[in-house]
């Protein structure tokens, strides 16, 4: 079946503008997070989403991220006045829920973004 | 607090070469998931194995094979007869096992190997 999507593929903005990037998870997935990657370092955790809750936003680096989920389907990462430290990839995975293999996470392509 | 290392930041070999890729853990958990992700130029990761910490038992696929020992609480990973289709760069992470917080699994991530192997 389908894989994990992300939109835009690209997204240059410049800094002080907001941007929205969306995720379309493997379907029937219920587990969904998001990650990013900036330039040579690892894979950062932003949140964690269960169905359309959020159990866990530990990971957002400020109050101009944000992260909804709608229909235990799409979910959209918001970052407001973007600020240049905010370039990167972002990456969003799905999972299925409790027990053996179905708890492994599966990614889409990412966003890469870059804030001029 | 959890963290996964891995030391060796790049690695370069010639084809058909045998190269392991190491891996180190920290957790207080008793249980937990160790995962091995590649990301090849394209840039997508890639899931290649999945191993649940009460289950030590090594995994060979093709010529990928995992070594798991919780008494040095490493999880190294060995392509053997490396191509050049094998360049990428490697992660190593770690999740919780536990039903908390929803079933949280969020992976913690080691920075990465990236590996070169030449014709």
């Known amino acids: 079946g389908a894989g994990v999507s992300q939109s835009p593929s690209n997204k240059v903005t410049e800094k002080g503008k907001d941007v929205e990037l969306r995720c379309d998870p493997i379907?029937?997935?219920?587990?969904l997070y998001w990650y990013r990657q900036r330039l040579g370092q690892g894979l950062e955790f932003l949140i964690y989403f269960q169905g359309n809750s959020a159990p866990d936003k530990s990971g957002l680096p400020s109050d101009r991220f944000s992260a909804e989920r709608t229909g235990e389907s799409v979910s959209t990462l918001t970052i407001q006045r973007t600020q240049q430290e905010d370039s990167a990839v972002y990456l969003c995975?799905?999972?299925?829920?409790?027990?053996?293999?179905?708890?492994?996470?599966?990614f889409g392509p990412g966003t890469r973004l870059l804030v001029l | 607090a959890q963290k996964v290392t891995q030391a060796q930041t790049e690695i370069s070999v010639v084809e058909k070469e045998d190269v392991t890729l190491d891996c180190v853990y920290e957790t207080r958990d008793t249980t937990y998931y160790l995962f091995w992700y590649k990301q090849p130029p394209s840039g997508e990761l890639v899931f290649l194995i999945r191993?649940?910490?009460?289950d030590e038992q090594n995994e060979i696929s093709g010529r990928y094979s995992w070594n798991f020992q919780k008494s040095t609480s490493s999880f190294n990973f060995t392509i053997t007869a490396s191509q050049v289709v094998d360049s990428a760069v490697y992660f190593c992470a770690l999740s919780e096992a536990t039903f908390k917080d929803g079933n949280n699994r969020k992976l913690i991530w080691g920075l990465g190997t990236s590996l070169a192997v030449n014709p």
């Open positions: 191993r649940n910490s009460f």
């Open positions: 379907s029937g997935h219920t587990a």
């Open positions: 995975a799905s999972s299925l829920v409790v027990g053996g293999s179905g708890e492994t996470q599966y």
